[in-house]
Structure formats: C-alpha cells, structure tokens
C-alpha cells in the first residue's frame, strides 16, 4: 500500500500536474468530453513502464 496518497483535482483546463521520475500514479474521474495530454522527454516504450503496483514498488525500493 502506498505510504503517501494525495489526489489533485485538475478542474480548470489551464491546470497541469509535473509528476517525477518514479512516482506511482492513476488516473480517473475525467469529465465528458476531456482531454489527458501527456508531454514526455523520451519516445514512448512499453517495457519502460510498470503496470503492476509491486512491480513497481520493487523497483523503486532498489533503486534507493
């Protein structure tokens, strides 16, 4: 289980969110008719993402 959980409320469309390097994240509740822009430094691939919260946690925990 996470040890630190916060929700942001992104209710206005000037509104963005930074999330780091390493930092679990879900995303939920869109309103009708919104849009989810993601900006990346890097080409997208697969195999650089965690789908499974353990995985993930195992990961950063090795990487401390």
């Known amino acids: 289980m996470p040890q630190n959980k916060r ?5 206005r469309s000037y ?8 930092i679990w994240r879900e ?3 869109f ?14 691939s697969e195999e650089d993402y965690y789908r499974k ?3 993930f946690m195992r990961a950063r925990w ?3």
């Open 62 to 64: 090795a990487a401390a």
């Open 27 to 29: 995303i939920d509740n």
């Open 7 to 11: 929700k942001f409320h992104l209710a």
């Open 53 to 55: 919260y353990d995985d």
């Open 31 to 44: 309103s009708s008719g919104s849009v989810l822009m993601c900006l990346a430094s890097n080409k997208y």
């Open 15 to 22: 509104y963005g969110l930074y999330v780091c390097p390493m």
